[in-house]
């Protein structure tokens, strides 16, 4: 199957069902459909063929859903550009994947004006700005006559981060359905009407749940920016049932001042991944918005491959801390524990995550070497260290290159954030080495904290070293007022605080 042939399918049954929702402006089924093959003709009409890359840089909004349907339609194959990226990222992104045709929306234009001068294969550019409604009605309505394969390539995603030039993963029209059913295979059904969020842009993670909602005839919400109090008002005023999240997003809406006040009983599942959600965070969650609360682990190379929902994370578990954990392994993948030999460990031992699913990467896009470096007998390799225990339960570690290595001890900086985020007055934190003298590297938590607030350096230190033992403790705790680095996703950008600290340092590891 394709994903056009199913759309298609959803938009005969649901025609008239609102489909698409930002801010003001609705779409029915049969509307969005409608703009959708517009979209698909005026692209053709440009020249493209089946298969050929479309740039797109954008916020949600309903000119991003024409985007999707339309490139879907055309079996054009989408590369999401992510906004606030540099200007050589995005070079990066076009050229290597030879997008013949960027669309920009008007408020990111300015990100990659003139960029075909630089991207030689770029023949247009389509910009959506005032004259974009009209551009579209003038395109045909009529369904575009082109043959689509389930082996087709759908779209080009690439590897997260902000620096460097990252790699581009290819999903076929089956595998990109075949995600987007894994990710929902635990989830409560979507019934026709639900209503799904997107906080998140949907280039980004929050798009692997567009697809499966739309197929069950339910409703896209778009916010193109996020505030906690606008998302609050916007969960509660269109009843939203499924949402996805990343901890930061869910740490702010919790600790929003009227989220307790609030009718959230349309609520069926949160989804909270990409990154380790804090104990704290989890709870609190939990408590504002009831047993809705579900976590999932899988990348952009290879996923879904784990997911838990809230009879398993909050549950109390003989030989486990399903608390700590990050899912157990799907019906639909396979999950192992690997030394540096790429030979599977024993049940709680600590090595890294592997996995394969039917939603995973075939390779890196025109990288080989990279794809041999990650895909080894079919099996990804994650990068994230963790372990498996006995009744199934997955526990991320950290990233491998993320481990700080103090007097010959590993330390994790996800334990530690884990631990000073338990703190009251603490509201983000982010840990990772910095060099020593004599240990080598020691851990360095950077702390943020409401103007005065009156947790101390010494505080905070004493706290892990309770919970933690002394020699995981950090060296030095500094305090701030301004949120902590992000990724477009929210992630918080751990490498971003630690670069001063190595200025003069020729390798970001030091020996003691």
């Not at 609190?284 to 809705?292: H, L, Q």
């Not at 609360?293 to 838990?308: D, I, W």
């Not at 990279?370 to 079919?378: D, I, L, N, S």
């Not at 001890?409 to 703190?423: F, G, K, Q, R, S």
Request: charged residues 25%.
């Amino acid at each position: 199957m394709d994903v056009r042939t199913l759309m298609q399918q959803a938009v005969i049954n649901h025609a008239d069902r609102t489909c698409v929702v930002h801010r003001d402006h609705r779409l029915s089924f049969a509307e969005a459909w409608d703009r959708g093959i517009r979209m698909a003709n005026g692209l053709l009409s440009m020249g493209l063929q089946p298969g050929d890359r479309v740039g797109v840089i954008e916020d949600n909004s309903v000119e991003a859903a024409d985007f999707f349907h339309g490139a879907a339609i055309a079996n054009l194959v989408r590369v999401p550009l992510y906004p606030r990226n540099g200007r050589e990222a995005h070079v990066h992104m076009l050229s290597h994947t030879d997008c013949k045709v960027l669309v920009a929306s008007d408020a990111h234009y300015h990100e990659v004006v003139d960029i075909s001068d630089e991207v030689p294969s770029i023949q247009h550019t389509l910009v959506r700005d005032a004259t974009y409604e009209d551009w579209l009605a003038a395109q045909s309505a009529e369904l575009p006559d082109i043959d689509i394969a389930p082996e087709d390539n759908f779209i080009i995603r690439h590897t997260g981060g902000t620096t460097g030039l990252s790699k581009g993963v290819a999903y076929t029209h089956r595998a990109w359905l075949n995600a987007g059913r894994d990710w929902f295979y635990t989830f409560p059904p979507v019934e026709p009407g639900d209503k799904c969020l997107h906080m998140g842009p949907i280039s980004h993670g929050s798009g692997y749940q567009y697809l499966p909602t739309f197929l069950g005839g339910g409703c896209n919400v778009m916010m193109d920016h996020f505030d906690p109090e606008e998302t609050l008002d916007v969960m509660e005023r269109e009843g939203i049932a499924f949402m996805f999240m990343v901890p930061t997003m869910a740490n702010a809406l919790v600790r929003a001042r009227t989220s307790r006040d609030r009718d959230f009983s349309k609520l069926k599942c949160i989804l909270i991944a990409a990154a380790p959600i804090a104990d704290a965070t989890a709870l609190a969650a939990r408590e504002v918005f009831g047993d809705v609360l579900y976590q999932g682990y899988g990348q952009t190379e290879v996923l879904p491959v784990a997911m838990m929902g809230p009879a398993q994370w909050f549950a109390e578990v003989e030989g486990s801390t399903p608390l700590r954990a990050c899912g157990m392994p799907l019906p639909f993948a396979q999950i192992e524990i690997w030394n540096d030999q790429n030979q599977a460990l024993p049940r709680g031992e600590v090595g890294e995550i592997v996995a394969r699913s039917d939603g995973q990467m075939a390779g890196f896009w025109n990288n080989p070497e990279a794809t041999r470096a990650r895909v080894v007998r079919g099996w990804v390799k994650t990068g994230d260290m963790g372990r498996l225990d006995e009744n199934g339960y997955l526990y991320i570690v950290d990233r491998a290159d993320d481990m700080i290595i103090s007097g010959g001890y590993n330390i994790w900086p996800m334990e530690l954030e884990n631990v000073i985020a338990d703190h009251d007055e603490v509201l983000e934190v982010a840990v990772f080495g910095v060099p020593h003298e004599k240990w080598g590297e020691t851990p360095h938590a950077v702390c943020v904290v409401a103007a005065g607030a009156s947790v101390s350096e010494e505080e905070i230190i004493e706290l892990c070293a309770r919970r933690l033992g002394s020699y995981k403790k950090p060296s030095a705790v500094t305090f701030r007022a301004e949120p902590l680095p992000k990724s477009p996703v929210g992630k918080i950008m751990r490498k971003n605080l630690r670069e001063p600290f190595w200025e003069g340092h020729d390798r970001r590891i030091s020996g003691s």
